[in-house]
């Protein structure tokens, strides 16, 4: 199995670093870093604008380029965290708890440097958990039959779900929402046009390029429009400023290694995004220390716990959707689409039959994220001064290339108007606080789900059974049952709460 790995490995660098697959990575982490370190400007509004660009392409530099922009994003979002105190993406948020108040004390750089070191060494050791583990996970993969695969897309939808930010049941509803556009369309086995609204153009389903701008994009420009302001800001890092000391370096040692391992276990959980990984290597680094009260005060241990568990979430999040067919956050579910444009089915047979692909891509990590580490340093002065861009200049220029993106599909209009509306429904759902990342799981594995499902009561002749007798589908039909009734147990005892609290 180690001797199989390295050999992958081996030929994945000789993919991830032909020059054209090089200039496309290369491209992915410069617009990456730069979506990262402006406040407003998403890793998944910018991965739905450059999927329309994936069409001329070949599969490898395609996916190349977009896994380059988010690990690219995710070390461009401390620079803004720690040095003006926003968040650019919410897993940057916790780091702003401990990164400014460092900034204020003049240590601002030093800050930078440890949590760009502790990205790299949690990255690193994701790398290795994905070239080790995920052979593995193919040799037991290839026992799961139809009814198994529907479970644990099953329960990737569940915890997807349940597990979102805010009210479990908007959770459900959006998923929900997310299933019903993904069966628009003609039935591949039936031939029968289902949901169309009459409208011939809806007979193909709603194109994921459409939903993803509507909701990610346009919706974003919706909720910003009027943001005409920009950052003042005087903080000024040199690279001198961002080399640490020996004792910055020991102290944060201990702290980067829990947070690594922190991020690689919740890396194979689907739902659990990035955000609830580094609040809880905060939360963790907090409670064993004997001075939790420097925490929130300018301690570097919370910076750099929190960047190692993100990160390392972040790299082992490709695991479970590489392997699996299930994407453990939205963004790993764009990828996912990315995938099934280029006509390649995420899953067990991913190694075997596009083996190029996937060894290319982990060597790509380690290029990457190289070049990376070496852009950020050099370049931390220009990335400060492009916080100074007015919000006025940016929306706008990223509208015009969402229309081009849309109209270059296949030149038509009717998409644009379908990015229009769906922006204009996200834009009213974000403001009745339903979570929009759901709708894209459920748009993404609905048609997996429904086929898995049929063909799984085909072969047991109607019988439902047949999810509960297989053992690895009885697990997970177990697990997704159990998550069901914690998560209802956990919303009736807080809405109890609010109730006992409220009442005089």
Same mark, same amino acid.
């Given at each position: 199995m180690i001797e199989q790995?390295?050999?992958?490995?081996?030929?994945?660098?000789?993919?991830?670093?032909?020059?054209?697959? $090089?200039?496309?990575?290369?491209?992915?982490?410069?617009v990456g870093n730069l979506v990262g370190v402006i406040p407003g400007m998403g890793t998944m509004s910018t991965i739905s604008v450059l999927l329309p660009l994936t069409f001329g392409m070949q599969p490898v530099p395609a996916i190349l380029m977009l896994a380059g922009v988010f690990y690219g994003s995710t070390y461009g979002g401390a620079i803004s965290a720690i040095l003006?105190?926003?968040?650019?993406?919410? @897993?940057?948020?916790? /780091?702003?708890?401990?990164?400014?108040?460092?900034?204020?004390?003049?240590?601002?750089?030093? /800050?930078?440097?440890?949590?760009?070191?502790?990205?790299? =060494?949690?990255? #690193?050791?994701?790398?290795?958990v994905m070239i080790f583990a995920s052979p593995l996970l193919v040799a037991i993969a290839f026992k799961f039959g139809p009814a198994?695969?529907?479970?644990? *897309?099953?329960?990737?939808?569940?915890?997807?779900?349940?597990m979102a930010r805010?009210?479990?049941?908007?959770?459900?509803?959006?998923?929900?929402?997310?299933?019903?556009?993904?069966?628009?369309?003609?039935?591949?086995?039936?031939?029968?046009?289902?949901?169309?609204?009459?409208?011939?153009?809806?007979?193909?389903?709603?194109?994921?390029?459409?939903?993803?701008?509507? *909701?990610?994009?346009?919706?974003?420009? $919706?909720?910003?429009?009027?943001r005409t302001t920009y950052v003042a800001h005087s903080a000024a890092v040199s690279v001198r400023d961002m080399l640490p000391n020996w004792g910055d370096i020991k102290k944060s040692l201990s702290p980067i290694l829990r947070g690594t391992i922190i991020g690689t276990l919740f890396g194979a959980m689907p739902g659990t995004g990035p955000t609830i990984t580094s609040?809880?290597?905060?939360?963790?680094?907090?409670?064993?220390?004997?001075?939790?009260?420097?925490?929130?005060?300018?301690?570097?241990?919370?910076?750099?716990?929190?960047?190692?568990?993100?990160?390392?979430?972040?790299?082992?999040?490709? +695991?479970p959707t590489m392997c699996l067919g299930i994407p453990g956050d939205p963004i790993m579910a764009l990828i996912l689409g990315a995938l *099934? #444009?280029?006509? +390649?089915?995420?899953?067990?047979?991913?190694?075997?039959?596009?083996?190029?692909?996937?060894?290319?891509?982990?060597?790509?990590?380690?290029?990457g994220n190289a070049l990376l580490l070496l852009l950020n340093i050099p370049m931390i002065? #220009?990335?400060?001064?492009?916080?100074?861009?007015?919000?006025?200049?940016?929306? @706008?220029? /990223? *509208? =015009?290339?969402?229309? #081009?993106?849309?109209?270059?599909?296949?030149?038509?209009?009717?998409?644009? /108007?379908?990015?229009?509306?769906?922006?204009?429904?996200?834009?009213?759902?974000?403001?009745?606080?339903?979570?929009?990342?759901?709708?894209?799981?459920?748009?993404?594995?609905? @048609?997996m789900v429904e086929e898995n499902f049929r063909r799984a009561l085909t072969l047991s002749n109607g019988d439902l059974a047949t999810f509960v007798e297989r053992p690895i589908s009885t697990v997970f039909v177990a697990v997704s049952a159990l998550l069901l009734v914690v998560q209802t147990v956990s919303y009736v005892r807080g809405t109890r709460s609010k109730l006992g609290v409220s009442m005089p």
């Open positions: 790995s390295l050999a992958g490995l081996m030929q994945g660098f000789g993919v991830a670093l032909v020059p054209n697959h $090089l200039m496309w990575s290369l491209f992915g982490v410069l003006l105190n926003l968040p650019s993406h919410a @897993p940057h948020a916790v /780091a702003c708890l401990d990164g400014y108040p460092l900034t204020k004390q003049g240590k601002g750089g030093k /800050a930078l440097g440890l949590a760009m070191f502790a990205s790299f =060494f949690a990255t #690193i050791f994701g790398i290795l198994d695969i529907f479970s644990v *897309m099953l329960l990737g939808l569940l915890a997807g779900s349940t805010g009210s479990p049941l908007k959770g459900v509803a959006a998923v929900l929402l997310g299933l019903l556009c993904g069966v628009v369309g003609t039935d591949v086995n039936s031939g029968i046009v289902r949901f169309s609204l009459g409208t011939s153009e809806l007979w193909e389903g709603v194109s994921l390029i459409s939903l993803a701008l509507g *909701m990610f994009a346009v919706g974003d420009f $919706l909720l910003n429009v009027n609040f809880i290597g905060y939360a963790f680094e907090r409670k064993i220390s004997k001075t939790p009260e420097r925490f929130g005060h300018g301690a570097i241990e919370g910076v750099v716990a929190s960047e190692a568990a993100s990160h390392a979430k972040a790299q082992v999040d490709f +695991i *099934m #444009i280029q006509g +390649i089915t995420p899953g067990p047979q991913l190694i075997t039959e596009h083996p190029d692909l996937f060894w290319g891509l982990i060597a790509s990590f380690w290029v002065g #220009i990335w400060v001064k492009v916080l100074r861009v007015p919000y006025r200049y940016l929306f @706008p220029a /990223a *509208m =015009f290339f969402v229309a #081009i993106g849309v109209y270059s599909h296949d030149n038509n209009l009717y998409h644009i /108007a379908e990015v229009l509306v769906i922006g204009a429904i996200s834009a009213i759902l974000v403001a009745l606080q339903f979570p929009l990342a759901p709708i894209l799981l459920g748009f993404v594995l609905g @048609p």
